[in-house]
């Protein structure tokens, strides 16, 4: 693949600024500031256990900055031109290239881009993450979960509120599930293989918020940076309107881990 120029060896830091997602005519994004070009929203993660710092370029152009550190991700989705892309992640040292694909980023959608894999065998798993089709009206959250986790062997991923199971399914490496809904307040989450794959957390929901839950670290490993760990984001708020639907702030800090 080809050497795409490297960025500061810098890694995202928590906070607790907000930004509105306005996808209209103004696009402040990857390249350059163009009014009136059509723009998507992209948050990306490195979920890769073995890259300490990587880059994201969207045809040849940094989507960021600064360099993402092993579980951390952009902060919030950030406007990209719209239309196809070549999307390449690269180690921010050398600025070498070690995943590449093509997706078409259609205008104002929302998507995810998840570097995962190890040890030489890595790729881009994205995902439109359909926002614009979950509803603020019910006063539900919404989540769904990614395996990250180098492993054929399918763990059963859980997840359930306090009266229901919302996700009890076997999933493959590089799964996403869509978003469910579920009630606001404790959700208990789990993945299991009943072998080298055994983690499990609650954490706290809050009503009209879009959650993704992130499966990830190395089946086995004993090394706490590298083992089996769930984290989650906030994907962001959703509209009050159901006339508008879509995400309408986003938190810009880090990924939650245990």
């Known amino acids: 693949m080809k050497k795409v120029f490297s ?10 600024l907000f930004s509105v997602i306005i996808f209209s005519s103004c696009l402040k994004s990857d390249d350059n500031n ?20 990587i880059g994201i370029a969207l045809s040849g152009n940094n ?13 919030g989705y950030l406007n990209i031109y719209s239309g196809s892309r ?16 093509d997706y078409n980023f259609e205008q104002d959608k929302y998507y995810s881009l998840f570097v995962v894999g190890k040890d030489s065998t890595y790729q881009n798993v994205i995902v439109n993450d359909h926002l614009d089709s979950l509803s603020s009206a019910s006063g539900k959250a919404y989540i769904r979960y990614i395996n990250a986790v180098p492993d054929s062997s399918q763990p059963l991923v859980t997840v359930s509120d306090n009266a229901n199971s919302v996700i009890s399914e076997n ?7 869509g978003f469910v809904e579920i009630n606001p307040g404790n959700a208990n989450i789990a993945i299991n293989n009943s072998n080298n794959i055994q983690a499990a957390r ?6 009209r918020k879009a959650y993704t839950i992130l499966f990830s670290g190395v089946p086995g490993s004993t090394d706490t940076t590298q083992s089996v760990q769930i984290r989650y984001i906030e994907n962001g708020t959703l509209k009050d309107s159901t006339a508008q639907q879509g ?4 938190s810009q800090r880090s990924v939650k881990s245990n």
């Open 7 to 16: 960025i500061h060896k810098a890694i995202l830091t928590a906070g607790a």
């Open 34 to 53: 163009n009014p009136g070009t059509p723009a998507s929203g992209l948050m990306a993660f490195n979920l890769s256990p073995d890259k300490s710092a």
């Open 63 to 75: 989507l960021t900055n600064t360099a993402l550190a092993y579980t951390n991700y952009t902060g």
């Open 86 to 101: 070549t999307v390449e992640a690269y180690d921010a040292g050398s600025g070498n290239a070690f995943t590449g694909s």
């Open 171 to 177: 999933a493959d490496f590089t799964s996403v599930s």
């Open 202 to 207: 609650t954490i706290t929901l809050e009503e």
């Open 247 to 250: 995400v309408s702030t986003v």
